[in-house]
């Protein structure tokens, strides 16, 4: 097919990165997204729609994309410039996504250059939702997202904040730095084709729960999304992915999904799957200790307080090292609120792993139930790699760059 990005000095064709802009409130963060695509090396070409203008000006993304803004399906000079668009894009980012717009993709419906172009594109799409909390709680938005994301869509889920007219909950645009990097590692991925492909990665996630008693639990912060974004990035890189988690409800499409609760039951199933694993990968926040007898029967207030005798669970990561066969990876996380560095290594040692990630959840947009994350990957041969705050995709992908330094060559 014929292209007409420009080429660099070595003849080679920077990334085409389609941006669509909805109309929306939060359109005018689509320009800072489009200047740091631009600066990141990205030929980017910004699409718009007519609703888009009473948010944003054309000239805007004329002027900063690196081509004119379009917005009509009929365009004179090129005949077809929905298919052109979608067939030249690596991805395809929609910035903000409306509901409305959401909608119109999830039913395949194509009356405007944004939607034809998504329609006709087989490049990876990314859609970053942004809008009033209400819209972005309602069932037929949510169930329009899961559609997508079962067919493979990227999504940067908003974030809580300030949102037009005043009001304040979530749905408000995800930051444009956290939108660039998901896009800067969707290309990634999909330029590097499947390296890890033949291989058999187990992936546990999530906080494990504790019974005290039939309603009651002790758990922990974890929300899972850091091991499911790891399961998703395994995946896309080519690997038979085995993703053991407690929120079942939120995994990632295209890998097997075992269910669990407990730290006994999560234990169980990682030391099944270990055996034929090339690399696994402990995200989950395994509670260390659990009532020692669980009550059959709700326990009441009227019984007095009760006592929680607690006793340790086993620590799967340990058994795992001590159980570990020639060339396995293992990848243990450390999460700290003080100390990081030091506790992180002395855990890597103890526990006999090859790569420990670590991060510092007393920081602020870091660990526990964001989308965010900043962390350290030590190596057991002695790296160090600094990983600024991002999304939990891109953590994913350098912690996967790390394993496959680290797996044999086949
Ligand atoms: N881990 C595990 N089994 C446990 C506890 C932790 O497999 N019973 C794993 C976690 O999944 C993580 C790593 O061990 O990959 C480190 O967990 P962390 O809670 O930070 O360390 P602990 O060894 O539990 O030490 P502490 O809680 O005292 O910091």
């Not at 409306?98 to 119109?104: C, K």
């Not at 939108?179 to 546990?204: D, Q």
């Not at 890597?348 to 990630?357: I, S, Y």
């Amino acid at each position: 097919m014929e292209s007409d990005r420009n080429t660099d000095g070595a003849g080679l064709s920077p990334p085409f990165v389609v941006l669509a802009v909805g109309a929306g409130i939060a359109a005018y963060k689509a320009v800072e997204v489009c200047r740091q695509l631009v600066d990141a090396g990205v030929h980017v070409a910004p699409v718009l729609t007519e609703r888009t203008l009473r948010f944003v000006g054309k000239t805007t993304f004329d002027a900063l994309g690196s081509e004119p803004a379009q917005m009509s399906l009929w365009d004179e000079a090129s005949p077809i410039p929905h298919t052109r668009l979608g067939q030249a894009a690596d991805v395809v980012v929609v910035a903000p996504a409306t509901a409305d717009l959401l909608a119109r993709y999830a039913a395949g419906m194509a009356d405007d250059l944004v939607t034809t172009t998504l329609v006709a594109t087989a490049a990876p799409v990314v859609v970053c939702p942004a809008m009033h909390t209400e819209m972005w709680e309602h069932p037929a938005v949510q169930a329009n997202l899961a559609l997508l994301r079962s067919r493979g869509v990227v999504v940067v889920d908003p974030e809580d904040g300030r949102l037009a007219g005043g009001d304040v909950g979530s749905g408000r645009l995800a930051d444009p730095s956290v939108i660039v990097s998901t896009v800067l590692s969707v290309l990634a991925e999909s330029t590097r084709g499947t390296p890890l492909a033949g291989r058999r990665v187990v992936v546990t996630a999530g906080g494990t729960r504790e019974p005290i008693d039939p309603v009651r639990y002790l758990s922990n912060r974890s929300s899972g999304k850091q091991g499911h974004a790891l399961a998703e990035a395994a995946r896309s890189r080519g690997a038979a992915v085995t993703l053991i988690t407690t929120v079942p409800a939120s995994a990632p499409s295209g890998v097997e999904v075992v269910p669990v609760a407990t730290a006994a039951e999560m234990e169980e199933a990682v030391l099944s799957a270990a055996p034929s694993a090339d690399c696994v990968i402990m995200a989950a926040a395994v509670a260390d200790f659990r009532p020692r007898v669980a009550a059959d029967q709700k326990l009441h207030k009227s019984d007095g307080l009760p006592e929680l005798v607690l006793e340790p669970t086993n620590d799967i990561l340990a058994e795992l090292g001590r159980r570990r066969l020639a060339e396995q990876v293992l990848v243990g996380f450390a999460a700290e609120t003080e100390e990081m560095e030091a506790r992180a290594l002395a855990k890597m040692r103890a526990k006999g792993v090859q790569v420990m990630v670590a991060n510092d959840v007393s920081a602020e947009g870091v660990g526990f139930n964001h989308d965010t994350n900043a962390v350290t990957i030590y190596g057991a041969d002695g790296t160090v790699k600094l990983v600024k705050m991002t999304s939990k995709a891109v953590v994913s992908g350098h912690i996967l760059d790390k394993v496959q330094e680290l797996l044999p060559d086949r």
